[in-house]
C-alpha cells in the first residue's frame, strides 16, 4: 500500500509573514476554511505570541475548524507555548509547534547559546508544550546549514522528551534536491527513534528549489510536506503547495505516495488567496497562473484540439478550473446562477446567494456576457465582509490634461441613523483627488502604501479590481473594490480598507 504523506499548510503563518500578503481575522478565517475545502492535513494559523490579532486569529480558526489540525508556532520559551496553547484550546485537533536554530551561525549570532544549551532548551521546551498538548512539532531553524551529527543529537533529544512530528527546515533556501536527500536519508539512518516520529521537510525558494528540495526529501522517506498555496512566504516564499501537490499526482509512480488533498480545490484556493491579498499570481506560475493552461502556438493548438494529451500532462478540471463555456447573462435566473457557481466549487448559503445575485445582475446590465473570472470576483467579496462604517453614495471627478484633477465625494456613515458626508480635494491626478476627499471625510491620518488596478476580463466593459493598501501606526490595511468603471473601483477600495482599518482598530481596543 501507498506511504501516506501528509499536507502540512503555513499559508497563514510563513506565508502572511511576506511581504503584502497580510490579513485580518476575517480573511485568514475565509482561507482556512478553503484549506479545509482543499483538505489539507495541517493548517498553520499563525504565531500565537506574534500579536494580539495573530492570536485572535488562531483561537477563531481553532474553534471553526473541525477537519484539519490546527497550529500554532512559538519560539523554544514558555511564554510562548502559553500563548500558542491558549489559542488552541477549543482545536479539535491542535498542534504545537515549537522551534529552535541549530546551525553554528544562528546559535553563535542570533540565539548567543552554546549548542549544550540549545539541546537543554529542545529538551525543556518539547516536554513543556507536551504537557499541554499530545502533538508537539519540532523544527530545527536552519537545519540544512546544521552540522548533521549534532542535528541527530538535537533531534533524538526532542523525540525522547515527546516530539510527534520532526521537521528539518531549509530556512533560507540554501539546499539542493541531491544534498537534501542525503541529509534526509542520514537523518533517518543516525537517529535512532526517527521512527516513531513524522518526519517533516519546509522549504523556502532563495534559489528557486523549494519544490524540487522538498520532493527530493518526499523521495527519501518524509512523511509531511509543509507548503503554503501560491508559495507565498518570507523572501522569495515557501515550496508551492499546488505544484508539489500536482507532481505527486501526476507523477504517481515516481512517488508511490497517497495524500488526501483535493486538488479540485487548488486553483480556488490560489485564486481566493490572491483576491484577499491583492498579491496577484505571475500568469505563467506552473498548475495556476493564467498561462499554465493556455495554447498560444498554433502548432500546439492544432495538437491539443487533435488530441489534449498533446501538450496537456493534466486536465485543467483537475484543478478545478472550469472549462465550461456556459454563458451567463442579463436573462439568466438564479437557478442558472447558483448552478453554474457550484459547477466553479462555490456553495454559497441563501444570504449570500441574494448579495451574489443582486451584484450579477447589477453587472450584466452593464456587461453583455459575464464570465466566470468576473463571477469569481463577485462572490470572493463576500469574503472579507466587515461592518461598513462608510458607504459610497456618490462621485464627481473632473479632470484632464490642462486642468487640476478635482473629485468631490459623498460618503453615508454609520449603521441605522446614517449621516451624508461631502468632500472636495484636488490632487495629481483623478484617483488621487477622489482618496483626498474621502481622507477629509474620515478626518483620520494614514499612508497610502499602494495602489494598482487590473483589468478582470478582457473587453470595453471588463470589470476592473483595485487593490490599495493603507498603513496607520505600522499595520496594513488592505481594501479592493470591483466595478466596470476603474474610478468607482478605486474609491470604493478606499473605502473598504478604511472601513477594515476602523473595524480592526476596534477590535484590538477591545483587547484583541
Ligand atoms: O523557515 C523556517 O525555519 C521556519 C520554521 C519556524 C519552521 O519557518
Ligand atoms: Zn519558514
Redesign the pocket.
Known sequence: MSRRVYIFD?TL??GEQSPGCSMNIQEKLEVAKQLERLKVDVIEAGFAIASPGDFQAIKTIAETIKDCTVAS?SRANAKDIDRSAEALKQAAHPLI?T?I?TSDIHMQHKLKMTPEEVLERTRTMVAYARNYCPNVEF?A???TRSNPEFLYRVFETAIKAGATVI?V????GYTTPDEYFELIRKIRENVPNIDQVILSV?C?NDLGMAVANTLAALRAGVSQL?CTINGI??RAG?AALEEIVMAIMTRKQNFDVELRVDTAQLYRSSKLLSNITGVVVQPNKAIVGANAFAHEAGIHQHGVLADRSTYEIMTPESIGLNKNTMVLGKHSGRHAFEEHLKTLGYHLDQEELDAAFAKFKMLADKKKIVQDADLEVLVSQKAVEIPEVYKLDRFVINTGNTITATASVRLRRGNGEEELIEKVSIGDGPVYAAFKAIEKIVGVSFVLEDYKVRSVTEGQDALGEAYVKIRRNGTIFTGKGVSTDIFEASVLSYINAINKMIYEEKLEAEGG
Open positions: 503555513t503563518r510563513d508556532l509547534h522551534f536554530a523544527s531553524e536552519d537545519a521537521n527546515p531549509d530556512t533560507v519546509h523556502h509543509e512566504g518570507e515557501n
